[in-house]
């Protein structure tokens, strides 16, 4: 399937050089002087190379459609991460590196999308939203929130992101799982 360049988005596979890439960042940018195009950082999914490619805006890629079904992530056993079919109740191995950071927020008993390719598992992609709890923040400095500023923290599964000064530890928050930033305070 053809989509322009700035129809990408991360965890898009695609068809380039002759093999097959996962979007792992993208950035839009829109200079002074030309045209805008999209900066994209692509890991290859047999070897995992990974290149920085421009694509102008206009430009058409392959977007290569996979087979997807429902898988629920069990446990992590080392770098393994085991997943079950949610139709046929198949446990499915798979190393770390295949899921790349998103890794990091996979939860116990998690609803999963798995995409294969000519039957074999190419890439899983997780909710593009989790709650999670800030296990420990920096303490909010009295006048120091003149401008909009953003603080450390550290959530219980060990990643880092930046959250607003009034987030304190214990906190259940929403965050983006792909840009690895907070979006809200969870409900």
Request: zero cysteines.
């Amino acid at each position: 399937m053809k989509i322009n360049a700035v129809e990408v988005r991360p965890g898009n596979i695609l068809e380039y050089q002759g093999g097959l890439w996962r979007a792992v960042k993208i950035q839009h940018t829109q200079p002074g002087k030309g045209g805008a195009y999209m900066q994209v950082e692509l890991k290859n999914l047999m070897d995992g190379r990974k290149t920085n490619e421009r694509f102008r805006s206009a430009e058409t890629l392959e977007k290569v459609r996979l087979d997807t079904r429902d898988y629920q992530f069990l446990f992590a056993e080392g770098d393994m991460l085991t997943f079950m079919d949610k139709e046929t109740y198949d446990q499915t191995t798979l190393n770390r590196d295949l899921l790349g950071d998103a890794a990091d927020f996979l939860q116990d008993g998690m609803d999963v999308v798995m995409e294969t390719w000519e039957e074999k598992p190419i890439s899983v992609q997780l909710p593009d939203q989790i709650q999670a709890v800030v296990a420990e923040t920096e303490a909010v400095v009295k006048g120091q929130t003149a401008s909009s500023s953003y603080k450390p923290a550290i959530l219980e599964n060990g990643v880092r992101v930046m959250v607003p000064p009034f987030i304190t530890a214990g906190t259940k928050i929403v965050v983006d799982t792909y840009e690895r930033e907070y979006v809200s305070r969870a409900d």
